[in-house]
């Protein structure tokens, strides 16, 4: 089974940039579908952006352009670029693993990305 351990979070003002990066252990990355999700308060945990093990990417239309997700399988790492952040953008900021042999999902403890002036 797969830990889940993101770093970097910070406080940024808009329109700055900011890496999240998620450190996984217990398993080979190669067997997951990695992403990040979101969630402000008081609202539902939204998808962010994902990345298969054969590097296909899907993103949340809100931050298309902005974000760009990658993988190192090798370093058992994945990393969120950010740019041109929004104040929408803050939130805790969730590393997942979904399984891709028995679709189950692992998420790791979150990291605080807040957008202010």
């Known amino acids: 089974q797969v830990q889940l351990v993101e770093s970097g979070g910070d406080l940024v003002e808009p329109g700055g940039s900011l890496n999240v990066s998620c450190e996984a252990s217990g398993s080979a990355l190669v067997i997951y579908t990695m992403g990040w999700y979101r969630q402000a308060p008081g609202q539902q945990r939204e998808l962010v952006a994902t990345i298969t093990s054969s590097r296909k990417t899907n993103y949340a239309d809100s931050v298309k352009g902005r974000f760009t997700i990658s993988r190192d399988d090798a370093k058992n790492r994945v990393d969120l670029q950010m740019r041109d952040l929004k104040l929408d953008d803050s939130a805790l900021y969730y590393c997942?693993?979904?399984?891709?042999?028995?679709?189950?999902?692992?998420w790791g403890q979150g990291t605080q990305v807040t957008v202010s002036s």
């Open positions: 997942s693993a979904q399984s891709i042999l028995t679709n189950k999902y692992y």
